[in-house]
């Protein structure tokens, strides 16, 4: 049973014995149960193979009076509990470990998420998405990649794996059930969202190349339809034009800050998405205009002018992304994050940011 159909919104883990540890488990009974699409290593090295796959079941937010956060797989930084899979390959005298789980904390910081301050970090080809190669946040050889709304990260730890290894591991995932996660792939970005569906707030983190790093308020956050947007809305929102290369997946209103959070996925495929944030002025979730680079290289950081004004713009690769535009226009500050992607290059994101229009 998919644990993020039944949430209950209200619920908070307090009581010792109704917390869960991680179970070990395979890739295809976890896509049954996660709210993302479980992805599964089909292209390993000759000398390795799948030792384990873990499931951390989710739970609501909380962290029980005498239980140790690794007991139940929690990080130290949140007592939130979403769904993740871990796997650990072994090979000879060497071992990587694959980590999957719904990025939801806000954008997912210019595609590069764990692998974050690695100075120029290689994209690489993944059929319809782009992987990246670089050094994780312990200081490790690394990987990533968004595929489907899911989240896979790769971490050497153990000996040693060329860069072409780890490559042909990023291309070589696939949906482990594709019936069984057909429910995530239908679901709206928001109803999957951990953080949306219990009322909580993530841990703050960096959303990308420009520095906006606060925690976004999901605690005081509801789901809108772009009607009720258009009518009613709390910040006035934009969005690409009808025959653009994006779709809406969902929208996010939050009322005492003054916001929306709008989420498009690509018409080509599941993995490339657009996330845009307007905000009034004076609203905590409005960027900084001008804004400060954040702690992240990239090939391309300054003021462009788009849509009669000046948009701070950034781009970790020009040609396969991410890419973000920070602006102010009619009273309302704009961030707009637009992740990796293999169909269009920075012209085509700045195209996209230019005609978007009020819905």
């Not at 193979?49 to 951390?56: G, H, I, K, L, S």
């Not at 806000?106 to 994209?123: D, E, K, Q, Y």
């Not at 709390?234 to 939050?254: G, H, I, M, W």
């Amino acid at each position: 049973m998919s644990e993020w159909r039944v949430a209950d919104p209200s619920a908070r883990l307090t009581d010792p014995d109704a917390a869960e540890q991680p179970r070990e488990t395979t890739f295809a009974d976890a896509a049954g149960r996660a709210n993302f699409v479980v992805h599964e290593p089909t292209a390993l090295p000759d000398d390795c193979a799948v030792e384990t796959v873990t499931y951390r079941p989710e739970q609501p937010p909380g962290r029980p009076e005498g239980v140790d956060a690794a007991d139940i797989g929690q990080t130290p930084w949140s007592d939130g509990n979403p769904a993740s899979v871990r796997a650990v390959v072994r090979g000879d005298g060497r071992a990587l470990r694959i980590k999957q789980f719904l990025y939801d904390w806000a954008p997912p910081a210019a595609g590069v998420a764990p692998l974050w301050r690695t100075p120029n970090p290689t994209p690489v080809e993944c059929d319809d998405a782009v992987g990246w190669l670089g050094t994780d946040y312990e200081g490790r050889r690394g990987a990533c990649l968004q595929r489907e709304r899911a989240q896979i990260e790769i971490s050497v730890t153990d000996g040693a794996f060329d860069d072409d290894e780890l490559a042909a591991v990023l291309r070589g995932f696939a949906p482990a059930d594709a019936a069984a996660s057909r429910g995530v792939r239908e679901a709206p970005f928001h109803a999957l969202h951990y953080w949306v569906r219990y009322g909580c707030r993530p841990p703050a983190v960096p959303h990308g190349l420009w520095d906006y790093s606060g925690p976004r308020p999901y605690d005081e956050s509801r789901p809108v339809s772009m009607n009720a947007l258009a009518r009613e809305p709390p910040a006035r929102p934009l969005v690409p034009a009808d025959d653009d290369a994006f779709v809406l997946d969902s929208a996010l209103a939050f009322p005492d800050a003054d916001a929306v959070e709008v989420v498009l996925r690509s018409r080509a495929n599941g993995s490339d998405h657009l996330w845009i944030t307007a905000a009034a002025e004076g609203s905590p979730l409005a960027p900084a205009i001008p804004p400060e680079p954040a702690d992240q290289s990239c090939e391309r950081r300054g003021r462009i002018d788009c849509r009669d004004t000046a948009v701070h713009y950034a781009a970790l690769d020009e040609a396969y992304g991410a890419w973000e535009a920070l602006w102010r226009e009619e009273g309302t500050r704009y961030a707009a994050w637009a992740g990796p992607s293999l169909a269009l290059d920075g012209a085509g994101v700045r195209d996209v940011i230019d005609g978007m229009t009020v819905p």
